[in-house]
């Protein structure tokens, strides 16, 4: 299992993102909402990974949250799509705080140098963006920044246990 933060930081993201029609679908699923799941079946392939899900799903070993999916805030069928999209932002962030470039100057140690700031202001800057981008997706979703974190939390575990969603 990899310990990853971001969609884009961890080795199977090109794999889970070509999937993602299927991940979003299986956990609508989840949440009580297969409208997507079984446009998929009808439409495409099961992805070889992701058949043992799909089989679990038919024979009713794998049972949908009824309970929690009362409670939900953000629709099912939008729910991954949304993290996703909230996790390549932070991802992009992420990037920008710690790649480093050929010269092995970090790029935001570039990027402060020319700017004539310290590398702190800078991290510290891309630290409010991020915090930014959690607030304005709960602002226009009408959630709290909490259930922002939620969705991430749950949107990492389907990355680090991927296949297994």
Known sequence: MVNSKYISSTPHSIEFRDVMDWIAAIDAWDYCDGSLLA???LEEDIPTKLKPI???IFSGVRVQK???ASFLKISPRERMYIAQSISINL???DVFKTVKMASGESLLEWQSDRNGIEPIESKRWLEKEARQVKEIAAKDLGVSIETIENLLRDFRYKLDNYPNV
């Open 39 to 41: 446009i998929l079946i």
């Open 54 to 56: 799909i089989a679990d």
């Open 91 to 93: 991802g992009l962030i």
């Open 66 to 68: 009824k309970k929690a």
